[in-house]
Each structure stands twice: as C-alpha cells, then as structure tokens.
C-alpha cells in the first residue's frame, strides 16, 4: 500500500511539474525497497541457522525451568530435578510447537501459531500486570521478583496451554475455517 501511496505522489508530480517532498518519498521507499531485499535475505539466513524448531525448543526449555523456579520462589518444596524435567518437558514443546509452525497450512499450523501467540501475549500481559501490581499491593523490595518468577512464567504456560485450546477449536487463523484447510 506504501508504494501505490508512492506511485499516487509521483503521478502528481509529474502532471504538475514542481518538485516537493515527494521526491524525497520516492527516495525513502527506494531504501526502503533495497534494505527490505536485504532483511528478507538476513531472515531466510537467519531460518536456516535457527529454525523454529531449534528457537521454540530454547524457549521452551526457559518457560519450563522458570515455571519450576516459581514452586521454589512461592515456598514449596520441590526436589531439584523437577526443574530440569520441567525444562526438558518445555523443551521438547516447545520444539513441537515450532515444527507445527513451519508445517504446511491446517491445524497443525493454527494450533502451533496459536499457542506461541498465546504464549508471548498473555506471558507479557501477566508479566506486566504483576509487576505493577505487586508495586502497588505488596508491601516489600521482592515484588518485582515475584512478578518476574512466578506471575511471568506461570502466565506464559497459561498462555500456551489456552493457545493449544483455542487452535483446536478454532482452527486457522485469518480466514474464519474451524476445518483446519486453508
């Protein structure tokens, strides 16, 4: 749409004969143009290092072990591998999760685009959320560490739990089918 707005401009000018900030418009958009050719170069670079295979894994893995971390941080006494095994389970759905998105189109790709949508979003509102509140209503200098180790982390599993549901139910995303064919 940026460039039909372009496009549009130059027209205009051409008809008209003055020179104004159009030019400059064209100029940014060629830039705009060439470093859009370059980032879609560093991306497909940055896929073949790192497929979302390989990053939902990682992420997993730190969702899970802080998820664990937070049994700790509230007071219950877990043994020390149940945060390892939380991590190696975040692990390996998270890995789960990545394959789905790279799959091709149905509702492998919605529940895998869904959960990981879930994830980041409700994980950030929680995070958000009981930092604030826990400066608010929790008297203390640990509020913020309470909503960095339990509130987060339990509100991203949340998240990804509810986006594994909604992507079951739902189906694809953008095109309103619960069939799970795009």
């Known amino acids: 749409m940026f460039f039909a707005v372009v496009f549009c401009v ?3 000018d051409s008809v008209s004969g003055v020179e104004t900030t159009s030019s400059k418009v064209r100029n940014v958009s060629m830039k705009t143009q ?3 050719r370059i980032g879609a170069k560093f991306e497909a670079m940055a896929r073949r290092l790192l497929p979302d295979s390989v ?3 990682l992420l997993g893995f730190i969702v899970g072990y802080m998820a664990a971390l937070s049994f700790s941080f509230l007071g219950i006494d877990t043994p020390r591998f ?3 095994a939380f991590g190696v389970f975040g692990a390996i759905g998270g890995c789960v999760v990545g394959v789905l998105r790279q799959g091709p189109p149905g509702r492998g790709r919605a ?3 869904w959960c990981a949508t879930m994830l980041i979003g409700v994980g950030f509102a929680s995070l958000v959320i009981g930092f604030i509140g826990c400066m608010l209503f929790v008297p203390g200098n640990l509020s913020p560490l309470l909503a960095f180790f339990v509130i987060g982390p339990l509100g991203a ?3 990804a739990a509810s986006g594994v549901v909604i992507g079951l139910v739902v189906g694809n995303p ?3 089918s619960t069939s799970g064919q795009a």
């Open 10 to 12: 130059e027209m205009t």
């Open 34 to 36: 060439k470093f859009g």
């Open 55 to 57: 990053v939902g894994a």
């Open 82 to 84: 149940l945060s390892l």
């Open 111 to 113: 529940v895998g685009w």
């Open 157 to 159: 599993v949340l998240g």
């Open 174 to 176: 953008g095109t309103g």
